[in-house]
């Protein structure tokens, strides 16, 4: 609401120029005047002005109090800028040592502030970690948030594994670096030794004598394992 006889205002549209993103005044409880504003690249405003108010809304402030007749000021207004960080980037089956992605804001935390992400990476959702929704709340008052990797014990030797979580644009926040952040997730099974041998070593024409290699391998058998070889000898395949 209008807090003196006279405040500035700021109003930010929508890059379509349809839809408000904010507008709100800006003053104390006296005569307050704007005289210039400028916007960066990260959509943060910088108005400029003068104000005769003793009690000018102040945030972070250069100057506590009010020092004359009438001060100048500078008001940063704008969206949070929003970073992420692996700050426990290592995560192992089976389950019990997670991973963390910490998102982080920047601004002023008086109210909540939901920020949007993808996953990617070589770990599949649901089969190596458990599903983790798209996005997350900074609650009021804080000013980071995380979000958890929990690994699922599948059985299957596939080795290291990556989440990445990439932070996605949002009109109530900008994009700060670093945008992306990845945690590992290490196999607890152990990597699988094959072996071969002929165990039917004699094949016949016409064909009805057939002959047999089998391939064996040494761990667990709860998922498939396919192995490459390739075939040599005097005999020519068809």
Known sequence: ????????????????GKSLVYSTF??????????????????VSYVAGYTVSTKYPLYLPLQSSFGGVA?????????P???VAATDPMASEPGTNTGTFTISRG??????L?????????????????????SVTIPAGSISAAVTVTPIDDKIWEGDETVVLTLTPNIHYTVGAPDTATVTIADDEIKPTV????????ASEPGTNSGQFTVTRNTS??????????????ATQS
């Open 81 to 83: 800028v929003v970073t």
């Open 1 to 16: 609401s209008m807090a003196g006889a006279s405040d500035a205002f700021v109003t930010r549209f929508a890059s379509s």
């Open 221 to 234: 058998t709860v998922g498939p394992l396919t192995v490459n070889f390739t075939v040599t000898g005097t």
């Open 107 to 112: 601004g002023n935390p008086a109210l909540p």
């Open 26 to 43: 800006l003053g104390g409880k006296d005569i307050d005047y704007a005289n210039a504003i400028a916007v960066n690249s990260l959509q």
């Open 114 to 134: 939901t920020v949007y992400f993808l996953l990617s990476g070589t770990a599949t959702k649901d089969a190596d970690y458990q599903a983790i929704p798209t």
């Open 195 to 202: 072996t071969i041998k002929a165990n039917d070593r004699d």
């Open 71 to 79: 001060d100048a000021f500078v008001t940063k207004i704008g969206n």
